[in-house]
């Protein structure tokens, strides 16, 4: 008999719901994982379900069940919401992490840049160039579950795009400018509608379609070192606070011995198997 009384949910924004098999069942084909794999994954959370429980935990139930039980790389892709959350406080580890992705699209990236505008200085997370084409982009980071990024952002976004252009249009007439802003997280849908209206390109954690941060994450293979569960938290603050962020730079930094102090001889072999499972050769 079908059941009339779903169990509820409650979203990391507070907001409950009905508990959605199908929204589960999606984000691990987002991962990659065979459908036998899935059925047990989803099998295994529903036997954990509880009235009220959390996204959280139901996170966490599937992670659990998919480090136990699939390949690597099926369980970092499942993670990576949570292991880009991970990067913080700050945004500057997430502002590298976007200029590995864009460089390995081919485009010539800084990060932190203090650029001149027409009335003031402004530091630009990153700059991204490409042929006769400059990006100027706003990397909005959150690091709390259900957040959405607002409308402020994008209209300082915009407000300080153009007070740059101004100077970057006299400067390089030839040069076609752009702002850019991209978030870990969602937008509302009053940025949507700005940021189409006004030409100011926009990549959430799951927009365009096939093209958001998520998909340009797996589609490089740049995962974070978040994903690392072999390496305790506080030696993961210290790869990055030193700016290696994402598996492919940690990949590097071990094969060049630059992080004995932090990984042991006897942690290495089994940390570079993880990331060659899921890394390409992108250092």
Not at 73 to 95: C, H, I, Q, T
Request: proline fraction near 3%.
């Amino acid at each position: 008999m079908q059941n009339l009384n779903p169990i509820t949910i409650t979203k990391a924004s507070g907001i409950k719901e009905p508990f959605n098999e199908e929204k589960v069942v999606r984000s691990l084909a987002k991962s990659g994982l065979s459908v036998d794999t899935a059925s047990q994954a989803v099998s295994y959370l529903k036997s954990h379900l509880k009235e009220d429980m959390t996204t959280g935990a139901i996170y966490g139930h599937v992670s659990s069940y998919l480090q136990k039980n699939a390949p690597v790389e099926n369980y970092f892709n499942y993670g990576l919401k949570r292991a880009v959350m991970d990067l913080g406080p700050s945004g500057f580890a997430f502002e590298i992490l976007v200029s590995d992705i864009l460089r390995l699209e081919k485009f010539k990236t800084e990060v932190g840049v203090v650029t001149q505008g027409k009335c003031v200085t402004h530091e630009v997370d990153v700059i991204a160039e490409k042929e006769n084409e400059k990006y100027f982009v706003e990397c909005k980071y959150h690091n709390t579950p259900g957040y959405k990024t607002d409308i402020q952002v994008a209209l300082y976004t915009y407000a300080r795009f153009l007070d740059i252009s101004d100077v970057q249009t006299k400067n390089n007439p030839s040069e076609n400018c752009f702002s850019w802003l991209i978030t870990n997280t969602k937008v509302t849908s009053e940025v949507f509608d700005y940021c189409s209206c006004v030409g100011l390109r926009v990549t959430t954690w799951t927009h365009p379609k096939d093209q958001g941060l998520q998909d340009m994450i797996i589609k490089s293979g740049l995962h974070p070192v978040t994903l690392l569960y072999q390496i305790p938290k506080n030696d993961i603050k210290v790869l990055l606070d030193r700016g290696i962020v994402t598996c492919a730079r940690l990949k590097s930094a071990l094969l060049n011995d630059q992080v004995n102090d932090i990984i042991g001889k006897e942690e290495k072999s089994t940390i570079l198997n993880s990331i060659n499972r899921i890394c390409k050769d992108n250092e």
